[in-house]
T-cell receptor, first 112, second 115 residues
């Protein structure tokens, strides 16, 4: 069965520091991969997606993610974190029919 | 930017009561979904809906749950007789197609608290 693992439940970084959120997936075919962000009181907002092609994908708010098939990973990165990036981040893999399978989420705290 | 709108944002109900959660998907989207997130757990797929019928449902989506599109704009999730374990955040989503490569747009969620 498809699954997504986000090994870090909480991460704290200083404002201006770089960020990497880890995501590993288990999926038999070529995966469709997504990162969503949820700020308090907000819905799940799409940050970026990978369907095919270039394995380094750019998203909104200065985020990027790299698909590594050999490691079954799709880690999210940002070179310099802003206080407004504090939120919960979800990695997901898309199945046919758009049934997304989500990871457990990583809560990002930004300290000034 | 088009949005998926959900109401209510928070509902408190007594166990055994019926609850209806409402969603207005993006107007040109054809596929509609409900997901839920129990506090501290993963976001889970409940059901997908297309052309006025359920296209797929998870094992969570038992006879207590139903969905319908009563008019051209609303998409509802009904829980017939709520249980304590139905307490969760319920997310509605919509998409243009059903391809796995398509993107779902989610609403802000409806938090259901069952007492």
């Amino acid at each position: 069965a498809q699954s997504v693992t986000q090994p870090d439940i909480h991460i704290t970084v200083s404002e201006g520091a770089s960020l990497e959120l880890r995501c590993n997936y288990s999926y038999g075919a070529t995966p469709y991969l997504f990162w969503y962000v949820q700020s308090p009181g907000q819905g799940l907002q799409l940050l970026l997606k990978y369907f095919s092609g270039d394995t380094l994908v750019q998203g909104i708010k200065g985020f990027e993610a790299e698909f590594k098939r050999s490691q079954s990973s799709f880690n999210l990165r940002k070179p310099s974190v802003h206080w407004s990036d504090a939120a919960e981040y979800f990695c997901a893999v898309g199945e046919y029919g758009n049934k997304l399978v989500f990871g457990a989420g990583t809560i990002l705290r930004v300290k000034s | 930017e088009p949005e998926v709108t959900q109401t209510p944002s928070h509902q408190v109900t007594q166990m055994g009561q019926e609850v209806i959660l409402r969603c207005v998907p993006i107007s040109n989207h054809l596929y509609f979904y409900w997901y839920r997130q129990i506090l501290g757990q993963k976001v889970e797929f409940l059901v997908s809906f297309y052309n006025n019928e359920i296209s797929e449902k998870s094992e969570i989506f038992d006879d207590q749950f139903s969905v319908e599109r009563p008019d051209g704009s609303n998409f509802t999730l009904k829980i017939r007789s709520t249980k304590l374990e139905d307490s969760a955040m319920y997310f509605c989503a919509s998409s243009v197609t059903s391809s796995g490569a398509n993107v779902l747009t989610f609403g802000a969620g409806s938090r259901l608290t069952v007492l």
